[in-house]
């Protein structure tokens, strides 16, 4: 199965020499065949971090963070907002770094603004050191439903 090629429109802009040739540079310096490749990399991330501070599409992302493991009661707390976030929050993993530190990621689904504040309840936490929500308006297939449970049971009954 092949995956069929987007409608291409030619357009066009006017830039500063300076800010072309910064384009150019990164063209080279990031590996991209052309200069279209690059700008649609750009705007589609522009687009996204739009959609992410301003609107509640359903988006998709990564909530990652690093935290000091060994604050009273903060791994507790965030394993308490993480079981209260469960639909929003589908999956997690950590890695123990070093002098008590933890890095963390969480995959994360929902509308924006609902994951904006997720976010931030995680990331306000004493013994939080950093974190970054990282979005994409690009949204994950349901895990599940109770509408597929149902019509699960129901193929399984026949």
Avoid: C, W
């Amino acid at each position: 199965m092949t995956t069929p090629i987007p409608h291409l429109v030619r357009t066009s802009a006017s830039l500063p020499a300076e800010v072309l040739a910064s384009l150019d540079q990164l063209v080279i310096d990031r590996g991209f065949p052309n200069r279209s490749a690059l700008l649609t990399e750009i705007i589609q991330k522009e687009v996204a971090a739009f959609q992410q501070d301003y609107t509640n599409d359903i988006m998709a992302g990564t909530l990652t963070l690093v935290y000091d493991h060994a604050v009273p009661g903060l791994q507790l707390k965030l394993n308490q907002l993480k079981h209260q976030f469960v639909a929003e929050i589908i999956s997690s993993t950590q890695i123990q770094l070093m002098n008590h530190h933890t890095l963390e990621v969480n995959l994360m689904q929902g509308p924006a603004q609902d994951l904006n504040d997720i976010s931030q309840k995680i990331l306000s936490n004493r013994g939080v050191k950093t974190g970054k929500l990282y979005l994409t308006n690009s949204a994950l297939p349901p895990i599940y439903t109770p509408q597929q449970s149902q019509s699960q049971e129901k193929n399984h009954a026949h």
